[in-house]
């Protein structure tokens, strides 16, 4: 498996647009189109939380009930949830536009929307933004690159990235963008993501190894404990890459998910590094575990600590405050009997032996925390099991975007 | 009941000091004792966290194993958690030496710890500090204020409340003190609180009479969402009232949870209007609910939302991050039965009906969201229960109080 330049359109027959629509923001791009030039097969996995937005309803039935999909919809700004029975109007008005346009069944048309919750779209916008993006579609790299601007809220950052990998002696291809940044707190799903290739693959085993790898992935995301009413995955397999049909779960299924843990896995990253505010990246590895959910409820407890993550934000190795976290997250471990160390690309330092302080220098353990990227890694000493949930740090930032997101 | 002057100095044949011991800060009193001229029944709670700081494991001992306590030795600074073997023998030695010089039973003592994690307490600074404590001690209504601000760690005021009120044609009187500010999400206990009343009453009631009171008062509180090491609430009663012993669950029993309930309801207010950084207390009822603890998961959950307390931080009417922190609670709801409204000394208002927005105007919103106490009610229109939560708003002294605690 290989790293390779691009997004949503790296892969084979996947075109991409972005516009501006005008749908709340002025003088940037707010719409983003991805669409194959053949029907693909689609997974897809969304928020667990009961207030559900309605693009998330829409892209369910599309998902579970549609046998293609074949373009996606995007629009940031306006988040169309809590809009009632008009908000799941405009879903079906958005699909069935584009639908016309691009000459595809509406229940093939996926949507997503991301930015204030409780307003309605204006549907004339919408429309229009339709009109504009369908011409647009162009499988460069670019085109890719400026629908990942498209769907921005408040990140900072593009995130996108593309790999490539064999199956059955032929070149695969995997890309995907995604937005964060507020709001972030995955359970069962996630933000927005969209993950295209031109894998061979069935529709039931692309949404098993989507289903699997969020758990490792996305699910360990937190920039504020939030979880979103519009969290969603959507994967696209196009089957331009000519692999034999993945239908079994064999050394090619393997592969495949390989190759799509490290997409996730990259986008995750990004997503926690441009967390709201964030000044870093702050990964939590919890070691010598007994079972992989007591590991998980561990370092998604510490990752989520507003104390934690306002230390990691003043590189300051509070790190009472994470055996506390550790202590209140609902998981059994002996606290007598932790380990705990900070690694970045300044060094390692051993910080807690057994439940007390280590002996070690707080000018050392300062500046491994100054790093743009920190880990804090706990061994409990019970097993071999472990996981890594990626967070961010705690700052001034995160409470000037969010004090007032909507003016 | 009465709302009187005072705190635990309130209450008949209680008496209290502080002193300046230098545990850890420079420049103020850290040091604080409660003493009761006769021994007293004691009640307690304590964090369900894990990880329990050695006070926390020292006083479940005094509170469920000595039948008698007379004095709680306090120090701020330093938690005294995580800190092993060592820091056990130190809260000993702390109870030996409170024991010898105030001439009671060592295991009538009561120690209480609040601060940095991690850290080691200087044993020479503490004995001390009893040294000066004990010939300080005055059942005056100063001593007892002075005892609430040596034991403030980040709050900005302490915190007192006392009552009294009346049982058999006595006057029983009752007063507490309790800090905050961060770390502060209590879990079947609390932060530290003590409560004093010279009401004659059961050990097993009194203990009863708490532990019911607490799921209602400091269980609904939270500042930061992190659940200390160190929660405490101890609840000493010295009978010196006089009124006849409360054995049964009677109206006198009746009289004194009442009364209970004022002086933990009152401390928690004031706990969440003081939280790290705050600048208002923010409250949150959920009405209509079928069962109290749907309630109090919703509320809860609102309250702790960092992406709601940023929103009243800037009097900001975005109900959307309400309903979505509702919605991710774990608790049934309908969203699309959902009206909310905001509350508080300006006016009240209608933000929501049936889970869409309802027509309100923004500038009165924000008028309302602008006082330094604000409520938000929301009716899920299930049944006839309800719960309160109260916390705090999200600002930029947050990030800067605890981005760097430490120095």
């Not at 003088?27 to 030039?37: E, H, K, L, P, V």
């Not at 549907?123 to 229009?128: G, L, S």
């Not at 593009?158 to 890309?175: D, S």
């Not at 992989?292 to 510490?302: I, M, P, Y």
Request: aromatic content about 6%; proline content about 2%; hydrophobic content about 40%.
């Amino acid at each position: 498996m290989e790293y390779i330049e691009g997004g949503v359109t790296a892969a084979k027959g996947f075109k991409a647009s972005s516009a501006a629509a005008g749908i709340k923001y002025q003088g940037r791009t707010d719409m983003a189109m991805i669409y194959s030039d053949v029907p693909c097969v689609a997974a897809g996995t969304f928020t667990t939380n009961i207030v559900k937005a309605a693009p998330v309803k829409w892209d369910r039935q599309v998902v579970y009930e549609s046998e293609h999909a074949q373009a996606v919809i995007c629009n940031s700004g306006i988040a169309n949830a809590c809009t009632g029975v008009q908000g799941m109007a405009y879903c079906e008005a958005t699909a069935a536009k584009a639908a016309e346009v691009l000459g595809v069944q509406k229940d093939a048309v996926l949507v997503a929307s991301t930015g204030v919750i409780g307003m309605q779209l204006k549907m004339d916008r919408i429309e229009a933004g339709i009109d504009m993006l369908a011409p647009a579609l162009d499988g460069s790299i670019e085109a890719g690159h400026l629908a990942a601007k498209a769907i921005m809220t408040t990140d900072t950052v593009p995130k996108e990235v593309a790999v490539t990998f064999e199956i059955g002696g032929k070149k695969v291809t995997m890309g995907g963008m995604c937005k964060g940044s507020g709001m972030i707190h995955p359970n069962m799903c996630t933000m927005l993501g969209f993950i295209t290739t031109d894998a061979n693959i069935s529709k039931a085993l692309l949404q098993e190894a989507l289903s699997e790898d969020i758990k490792d992935t996305y699910n360990m995301v937190s920039v504020d404990g939030d979880t979103s009413t519009n969290d969603t995955v959507l994967l696209l397999a196009n089957s331009q890459a000519g692999n034999p049909l993945i239908d079994t779960k064999n050394e090619d299924y393997k592969a495949f998910c390989e190759a799509l843990h490290a997409v996730n896995a990259c986008l995750c990253r990004k997503i926690a590094g441009d967390g709201e505010g964030a000044s870093a990246l702050f990964e939590v590895k919890i070691i010598g575990a007994e079972t992989k959910e007591q590991a998980v409820t561990l370092s998604k407890s510490v990752v989520t600590s507003s104390l934690v993550k306002t230390a990691i934000c003043g590189h300051d190795a509070n790190w009472g405050r994470i055996l506390c976290a550790m202590g209140y997250s609902g998981a059994q471990f002996d606290p007598e009997k932790v380990d705990l160390f900070f690694e970045s690309a300044s060094g390692k330092i051993q910080i807690m032996k057994d439940g007390v302080a280590a002996d070690y220098s707080e000018e050392e353990a300062t500046k491994i925390l100054s790093e743009p990227e920190v880990t804090a890694i706990a061994d409990i000493k019970m097993g071999d099991q472990e996981a890594t949930a990626w967070g961010c740090d705690l700052t001034y930032d995160y409470i000037k975007i969010n004090a007032d997101y909507r003016s």
